[in-house]
């Protein structure tokens, strides 16, 4: 982080001294690193004068990557025309977060009185007319060492990390979309207007680099080590194992290559038909390593599973919303078939794909890992390219999986979202996919804010 402490000079500056401190430990506990101006550049590090600005600035640019959010930190009531000049003059692009340290009604004397609660709104106001976009502690005025900051810290942390990840982000698309499949269509122009590029493989291509591998080499080797080490193959053929692991081995290769950070896969049905295995174990091993995979092509899956394993750093899937779960307005039924990552089961294993088996053959089918999804806080969220609009859009929200009882296959889990009729019907209404990433989080608002107000997005956060 790079922290802006802000001071003014007809306040007490013992108080930008010890804010400054304060403000170091709460990030230090938190074990975020941070950049900040020293004593001996300003007086108590703090930032108050043009001068001051420019200093803190230049360091800040210094160290523009390292930097992923800044912090400005209001022990009195600051000098908001510095604050203001400082992130224009580091030209960072990172998210702002605005904190005001409250008074005390007992220390209500000149000598003591910070007016931080007055002085971020003249902070905010000025950020307003300079264009630079800030997020804002839950609390007006919130201490630095307090339960409520450490929370804001968190999710601060969560909203820096999407802001980030996103910038310069590079998509893999292998293959072709599924005919079936026309809900998965998007814009690579408004992706790449966003500053997401795909970067597109063909499957022959995929297929053609698998041929040339021989079973004995050496990234095969380790990749078939991998899937044992990673899931219960049980009555799995070898030879479907050691075309798995050629997928695998032939998918890490290329997006090393090409710097792509996420994929989707054309998982039906020319892979089972041509080559022989589903790649959904491969898909999960991805997932599980932060590495989102999708299916069907569904690249706008895919970025939505990133921004929730950013924010949470753990691994996302793509669900279907699937079914009803009973008579229950505010539960349903999430599935796939399944690529989900290890983290998402209770229990699970290796099987064929039950569906797709029916039209090419069991034989041909093997590499799904299926099991019931455990129960757990949940987070979702879906990005989609709006083409009449040229713009991005999307929502996120935050439910729970439910430890109900479920007799299907696949992978699966019940969800339980309050005011559910109402998501579903703002899905249907704007012509949303039926795809859904998850995660097990509660990172809905982080979300939110990170592609609303730095990414902007037109976005809905589902609250019942």
Known sequence: ?????GNRGFFPDHLAKTGREEMTRALEQAGMDYVVLGTDQSKHGAVETHEEAKRCAALFQENRYRIDGVIVSLPNFGDERAIADTLRLARLDVPVLIQATPDATSK?????RRDSF?????ACNNLMQYGIPYSLTTLHTVA??????????????SVCRIV????????GSIGARPAAFNTVRYSEKILESQGISVETLDLSEVLGRIHKLADTHAGVEAKLGDIHKYVSTGSVPAAALMKMAKLGYVI??????????VSAVQCWTALEEFFGVVPCTIMSMMSNNLIPSACEVDVCGTISMYA??????????????????GDDPNKAVCFHCSNLPKHFFQEFRMDFQEIIAGTVGKENTYGTVVGRVKPGAMSFARFSTNDRGGVMRGYVGDGSFTNDPLNTFGGAGVVQIPGMQKLLRYICENGFEHHVAANFSTVGGATYEAATRYLGWQMYWHRD
Do not use: H, Q
């Open 1 to 5: 982080m790079g922290l802006i402490v």
């Open 164 to 171: 980030n990840g996103f910038r310069n982000l590079r998509v």
């Open 144 to 157: 630095p060492d307090s339960d409520e900051f450490r929370k804001d810290l968190s999710w601060f942390g």
């Open 252 to 261: 890490d290769d290329w997006m090393k290559a090409t710097d792509v950070k």
């Open 308 to 325: 929730l394993a950013l924010a949470s750093e753990t691994p996302s899937a793509l669900l279907d919303w699937n079914n009803n779960y």
């Open 118 to 122: 007055c002085g971020k709104m003249s």
């Open 108 to 112: 209500m004397t000149i000598a003591f």
